[in-house]
T-cell receptor, first 110, second 117 residues
Framework: EDQVTQSPEALRLQEGESSSLNCSYT??????LFWYRQDPGKGPEFLFT???AGEEKEKERLKATLTKKESFLHITAPKPEDSATYLC???????????FGKGTMLLVSP | NAGVTQTPKFQVLKTGQSMTLQCAQD?????MYWYRQDPGMGLRLIYY???????DKGEVPNGYNVSRLNKREFSLRLESAAPSQTSVYFC????????????????FGAGTRLSVL
């Protein structure tokens, strides 16, 4: 059974204080690791997909990396508008569905 | 381009009532999904439809039925609502014909907030 564990559950940062969110996974044959952002009262919004260990992707202040056991979402010099819940999900080789973690709630204070 | 549209946005039901949640996508996607999201539980898959004409159970299918009406529309029905079905429901879609490797990226609607009293 695929498992996705995200840590920490919640993270409070000051504006400009860089940090990382963790997504640990166990899956039989990874066929993609996905990061989503979810704002309160809205649906998840796609950020990145990573497919193989060593792969990195960047978008503005966000950078996602992937190893064989975990993924990190690095946030550099965050701003208050980066406050959201960040979700991680994996797809295995046998199914067309995603298994989601419970998310990390990020709050960036001015 | 509206993406994934869910109706209604909010609904309050009494225990035992039935209702259908509607979902439509305009991205020509083959696959559609229904999730529920509860505090502390994350997103859990209820049912999905890999292609028009097929449906399969997800992690938490009990108490729900689905219909893939056509390629655009995928509905979720609660036949006899229970308080345990109070949740936020999200519909998603993925897999356009020419999407290549990005075919597994799921795009979500804004959600339906359901309370069962």
């Amino acid at each position: 059974e695929d498992q996705v564990t995200q840590s920490p559950e919640a993270l409070r940062l000051q504006e400009g204080e860089s940090s990382s969110l963790n997504c640990s996974y166990t899956v039989s044959g990874l066929r993609g690791l996905f990061w989503y952002r979810q704002d309160p009262g809205k649906g998840p919004e796609f950020l990145f997909t990573l497919y193989s260990a060593g792969e990195e992707k960047e978008k503005e202040r966000l950078k996602a990396t992937l190893t064989k056991k975990e993924s990190f979402l690095h946030i550099t010099a965050p701003k208050p508008e980066d406050s959201a819940t960040y979700l991680c999900a994996v797809r295995n080789s046998g199914y067309s569905t995603l298994t989601f973690g419970k998310g990390t709630m990020l709050l960036v204070s001015p | 381009n509206a993406g994934v549209t869910q109706t209604p946005k909010f609904q309050v039901l009494k225990t035992g009532q039935s209702m259908t949640l509607q979902c439509a996508q305009d991205m020509n996607h083959n696959s559609m999904y229904w999730y529920r999201q509860d505090p502390g539980m994350g997103l859990r898959l209820i049912y999905y439809s890999a292609s028009e004409g097929t449906t399969d159970k997800g992690e938490v299918p009990n108490g729900y039925n689905v219909s893939r009406l056509n390629k655009r529309e995928f509905s979720l029905r609660l036949e006899s609502a229970a308080p345990s079905q109070t949740s936020v429901y999200f519909c998603a879609s993925s897999g356009g014909v020419f999407s290549g490797r990005s075919k597994n990226i799921q795009y979500f609607g804004a959600g339906t907030r359901l309370s069962v009293l």
